[in-house]
């Protein structure tokens, strides 16, 4: 009796339909891209200290609640009087002696803050406020930064200061970046960037 051939699959074309199915995979899938806020954050220390004793009139707390509505030092507040607000907060130089501030433009308070270098912007937020107000209230107390960075850097330099550090991030720059680093760093130090963000409620 005759043995039958075993049947053979034609594997031919394999390779053309996995090439196929890799090229429709890589059309149609989307890649997640990173969302949020670009914030550095301070490096983590094992070594307990005491915070700073701060006055509280160097504190601008803003709060927003649960039905997103905002409450700045303990008074609602529209959201669009917000970065007004913090500008005038931070500008205030309201101290006297070493805690004076020279290149403060505000109408120095006793109830304000003395000087940018020691005040901070407080954010707490509740456990069920919106995302994206969350966001919106973040850019407005960092665009009050901006706007008091920008004017000192126009005064000091004749320059925007959100101009100069995209100058200096850009790869393509040609000028004296050790240069651009440290003016940026003067403006910076005239107005550090103190945001606090408690936990939420």
Do not use: H, W
Request: glycine share 6%; aromatic share 8%.
């Amino acid at each position: 009796m005759a043995k039958r051939a075993a049947p053979e699959v034609n594997a031919g074309s394999m390779a053309d339909i996995a090439f196929l199915l890799l090229i429709f995979f890589l059309v149609t899938t989307t890649i997640e891209t990173d969302s949020g806020i670009t914030r550095k954050l301070p490096p983590i220390d094992d070594e307990q200290e005491d915070p700073p004793i701060l006055k509280e009139r160097n504190i601008f707390v803003v709060l927003v609640n649960a039905n997103g509505d905002l409450l700045v030092e303990d008074e609602i507040m529209e959201f669009k009087n917000l970065r007004q607000a913090t500008i005038d907060f931070l500008d205030n130089g309201g101290g006297l002696g070493d805690e004076a501030c020279d290149y403060c433009q505000g109408p120095r308070l006793t109830s304000s803050s003395d000087n940018p270098i020691k005040a901070v912007v407080s954010l707490q937020n509740d456990r069920k406020t919106q995302y994206g107000r969350y966001i919106a209230v973040q850019n407005e107390l960092v665009a009050a930064y901006n706007v008091l960075r920008d004017r000192e850097a126009n005064r000091l330099y004749n320059i925007d200061f959100t101009e100069m550090e995209d100058a200096y991030n850009d790869p393509e720059f040609l000028g004296d970046k050790d240069k651009l680093k440290e003016k940026i760093g003067v403006i910076k130090n005239l107005f550090p960037q103190k945001l606090s963000e408690a936990e939420p409620i």
